[in-house]
């Protein structure tokens, strides 16, 4: 042990100051964190207690969290039932480790998802992340033809991950840095059957047959409210049968009913052979994730004696995690979540049209559906040229880059103002609540939106960059 430092206790952590963590984050996690925390007025607050949509700070502010934790939310902060399930798990002192021994979480789980999913989606492995999940799909989806197929398609848009496999078949532009990727990745445009029909055409053997084992898609891409269509994901569908080719369907940030539906896939009755979830499974306590099969890929990449360990984890499955999702699930069935998605999505589809008709020419639109929408912006930047003269020439000339600070100088004042904390992404203000939303809390989040779009963006931008970005920029 490093002589003169000293192990923090429990009790040392929940004591820390915030400088105290922002000088821990400097240290030991990364400066830039604590820089851009920074940057937003949530950073000088400490959060001391969650519940349900609601944060509860050490300064004694009650803060609305409209993010729903970036989908892994949907139950809500520390639901009661999924808490129960846990220290019920540790207080009858389970058993969590030894793979070699017959888990009856493990096993009840599995049941649970493949009962819920459509089909013979009958085969989930549990691991921890979304990311983990892509990656494990990618794997049984080349096990499937033995090797023998070379390419894997995915979406000029997507986004699956940030480990070396889904790292390599994601599209976004957040993955900005040319890390390595697995061979015979390509991309094809999001939404368009021809693209993905010519990249076929161009990945074909010396004797006719395809070469492409995988083509993964997000059905309903979270990052950028675009969606594809029943009449695409069939034909979609089709091509894969007819070419024996794997189809992935990724739906980590949109599952267990974030889109209205348990999945956003099953509105369409199109199946995948391969389905990869994470995020609200866990209930917002667990890190579980899951890549689901069907039976007959499970049977012919590792339903035999001799690969049925090729793909395993040490710590996918374990007892607590499993029962936490088991207790997520049932959750989700008893107080039918689907239900309460659709209302929730039909009343903020409501607000958006009155903002519009409150902000003519500001507001543009609502996209979304369920609990997890954007809402985007007419926005002038040249309007706002001025007040962004401060800001260092190269920045402002980043992609979008003032269009974000615009966007994040509303949901600043969003939370400095109304206690409403949300999110944004280049294309707009995001909205993506639990899914256990109640009428009053989307009220509350509208007014916030409705009272800040009041005072004007010059305002808003300008009260950022003076309180917030400029001292970020001036370190």
Sequence with gaps: MNPGKKLLTIDNAEQLSLKEIKDLYKAYINPV????????????????????????????????????????????????RILAARIRYQERQRMEVHKTIFSPYLAALSANVAAMLPADLNYPFFCNSGAEAVDGAIKMAHKYHAGSRNHILYSDISYHGKLLGAGSITGSKELHFGFPKIPGTRAYEYGNITSIRQALSELRKKDGSSDVYAIFLEPYSASTGRKCDGEYLRELRQICDRENIVLVFDEVFTGWCKTGNLFYFMDHEVVPDILTTSKSIGGGKSSISAFVARTPVLQKTFGNHHDFVLHSTTYNGFGEECATAIEALNIIADDDYVSKSRQAGAMILERIAALQIRFPGLVREGVGQGTLFSIRLNIKTELLESALRVLPVNMVKQDRFVYQVILAGITDWMFSHYNVYTSFTPEGVNFSPPVIVQPAEIESFFAALEGTLEVGLLTTTTTFISNRLFKFLKK
Excluded: C, M
Aim: net charge negative; proline share 2%; glycine share 14%.
């Design 33 to 80: 964190y604590e820089d851009v925390f920074s940057t937003f007025t949530i950073g000088s607050e400490l959060v001391e207690r969650a519940e349900g949509l609601w944060l509860y700070t050490r300064s004694g502010k009650k803060v609305l969290d409209a993010t729903g934790g970036q989908g892994v939310l949907n139950h809500g902060h520390n639901h009661p």
